[in-house]
Structure formats: C-alpha cells, structure tokens
C-alpha cells in the first residue's frame, strides 16, 4: 500500500551494534586491564587455563581476563567462559616459570577455588575437547549452573528445550547429588517441549526477569516469616502437592526460577549445606553477569569497539554464541556486499529477511542438535 520504506547502511550498523553488544556482554562483565586478584573471590568472572603453563599432569590453575592477555599471550589458552567465586591464580606457585604482569604479589594458593577437567581443556561427561577433532556431531554445549561444566546437548539425559540460552541447566549428577532440586523440577522445570522450527525465537532483549509474574506457583514473599510459620516452606508444599515427573537426567529452568525457590531458614541452611547457596542469587547467573557487561563500557578507548570485539572474539574457542555471531558478521557483510555491487538500494524488508535466515538458520542447527537420549 505505501512505498518500501529503505533502510540506510546506519540502519543495519546499528542492528548489528546489537549483536555485537550481545557478544562483547560476555566478556564485558571482567576488566580486560587489571588482574583480579585484589577483589578475591569474584562472583562471577571470564575465566582462562593455560596449557602452556599448567598442563595436564600438574595442578589445575585459572586465570582472569586481563591474566590471559597480559600475561599468557600467545599460550594455548583455554577457554573457560565464566565461573563463579573464583580467585585469579596467574602467577602462584603452581606457575613454575611464570611471574604475573599486573599482580605479582600473589599468596601461595586461593583454597576455596574449585577446578575440575574443565582446566585441562575437557568438557561433559564423555571428558572430551571442544571443538572436539574426533567428533562430527554437531553439538550445543550447554553449561551447568550447578558443577559449571560444559555438556553435550546429547549427553545431558534429556531433551534440550527450545531457547536454551535463555534457560538455566542442572547437569544430571548434579540434579542427583541435591535432592530437593528433583522436587523443584517437579515444579518449576520447563516442561519438555517438542521443537517448533517456524517459531520465531524471543528477541533477547525481551528477556522476562524478576518482575515477570508466575501463572500457578507465585506464594507471597513470605521470607520474614517463615522461621516460625512452618506452612510457608515452598518446598514443603511442593512436597506434599503435585506431579512427578522424570526423575533422572538434567533439568533445564526457565527464567525466574530461582525467585520461586523457598528461602525459608531450614531451606537456606541446607541449600548452603549442599555448596549450593548461590541458587537463591538471581544476580548469580550468567544473564545476570552479561548485563551487567552490557551497562559498563567493555572496550578500550580509542579503539574501534567492533575491532576490540573481534580481536576478543578471535580468542575464544569454546563459545557458541561467538562462533555464531562471527558467522553472522561476514554473513551480512557479504549480503551487504551484493547489494552494493548490483548498486541496489537495501530496503527493510532485505535486512528483515537476512535475519530471519539467520534465526532459521541457527534453529535448524539446534532442532538437529537436540534429540532424546537414553
Ligand atoms: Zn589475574
Ligand atoms: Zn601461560
Ligand atoms: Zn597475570
Ligand atoms: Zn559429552
Ligand atoms: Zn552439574
Ligand atoms: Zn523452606
């Protein structure tokens, strides 16, 4: 009915300033410039192993953002995305040769760190790499909340949901060695969806957080109260109402959950008990770290934010949501490029379309990663 209103090469810019946003958020919540370690045990950071520096065979050591550029440069570094309650080890005695750069004055160990086989450069319960040579499946790793490993779509013991990214997983071992988050699950696990491939996905952005109001579940903040009034124990009546269902395999969470999660004195303390305290912390999340990146400036002045982002991204190994946004780039660079050799105008329709295929695209890649397994 009305002209096709055109789009100017700003206009696609911007949307994928966007993406790019999305992207650097990932890495944007860690400082790229100053070593970590004087702020201890930090919630949630970007962290790195050094394979150069402690291999496999000797102690298990971390790094931090800035660690991996200042003082590992051109090491074989792992990968690790984010980890929480961690304390930069760059440096300490478990590096033989190696002084850190930027906070030399590191004491002998950080206790309360916790490694695992992640640290060596292996991932999920098959223990293997990733991107895994041996390995053609195309698979989605997908990151516990719980043990922080990175697992399989396929080796998670369930059906991977839809929008996986904008849900929590609990790994089946972990699901098993804390017994309540079975009754959880009962409650507030997503339901185990068949996949949709024309469903247009949910745009970030529109992530629904805490003020989000639950259809069935919501019971009045009771926390003040809970010590003395038995009743008001979620967990107690999620026990005693309800279905069961599936009792094995990992569960996955929509957002949110963790609100509907009882903080009642006796579930606190055995929650804490479990090492597993962090769940009643909606700001322990990694959407919660990554908007966080979001609101800080995340790229070093004068430079060129989109080739700082790149320069990063180039780093990472292990992360989906990069390698697909890298895809993404020269995919539209190369689409912009047609247009301008035809010397056509690209109307909104075009860049619609361009995003579409790539939401598709991306959903295709999940629906055949994501399959039932026994
Ligand atoms: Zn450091
Ligand atoms: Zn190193
Ligand atoms: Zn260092
Ligand atoms: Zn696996
Ligand atoms: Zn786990
Ligand atoms: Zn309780």
Redesign the pocket.
């Known amino acids: 009915m009305s002209e096709e209103p055109t789009v100017s090469l700003v206009d696609v810019l911007e949307e994928d300033e966007e993406l790019e946003e999305e992207a650097s958020a990932v890495l944007g919540g860690s400082d790229s410039d100053h070593c970590s370690y004087p702020q201890g045990y930090v919630k949630r950071q970007a962290l790195y192993a050094c394979n150069t520096c402690t291999p496999k065979g000797g102690e298990a050591a971390g790094v931090c953002l800035a660690c991996s550029y200042k003082c590992h440069e051109g090491h074989d570094l792992f990968e690790l995305y984010t980890k929480r309650n961690f304390r930069c080890d760059c440096g300490n005695r478990k590096f033989a040769g190696l002084q850190c750069k930027l906070f030399p004055e590191k004491e002998d160990g950080n206790s309360l760190n916790k490694y695992s086989h992640n640290f060596f450069g292996v991932y999920c319960t098959c223990s293997r790499p990733y991107p895994d040579p041996d390995d053609q499946v195309e698979d989605e790793m997908i990151q516990c909340v719980v043990c922080e490993d990175w697992l399989h779509g396929r080796h998670l013991g369930c059906a991977v949901p839809d929008c996986v990214e904008l849900q929590e997983m609990i790994c089946d071992s972990c699901m098993n060695r804390n017994a309540v988050l079975r009754t959880y699950a009962d409650h507030l696990a997503a339901p185990v969806q068949v996949k949709e491939e024309t469903e247009a996905e949910e745009p970030k952005t529109k992530l629904p957080r805490k003020e989000e109001k639950d259809d069935d579940l919501t019971q009045p903040s009771l926390k003040r109260s ?1 010590e003395e009034a038995e009743p ?5 009546e999620m026990q005693t109402t309800g279905q069961k269902r599936v009792q094995s395999g990992a569960a996955f969470w929509p957002s949110g959950w963790r609100s509907k999660l ?7 303390e055995s929650l804490s008990g479990a090492g597993v305290s962090f769940l009643l912390d909606e700001s322990d999340t990694v959407l919660a770290y990554e908007s966080k990146g979001r609101n800080t400036e995340p790229t070093p002045q004068g430079r060129d934010p989109l080739m700082s982002a790149l320069d990063r991204l180039n780093r990472v190994q292990q992360l989906d949501i990069i390698h697909g946004y890298n895809d993404m780039k020269s995919e539209l660079k190369d689409f912009l490029q047609r247009f301008a050799e035809e010397g056509k105008v690209v109307t909104s329709d075009d860049i619609r379309q361009f995003f579409e295929q790539q939401q598709s695209r991306k959903r295709r890649r999940v629906d055949v990663e994501a399959f039932y397994c026994a």
Not at 232 to 236: E, G, I, P, R
């Open positions: 809970c008001s124990c979620k967990l107690k009882c903080s009642c004195s006796t579930c606190e």
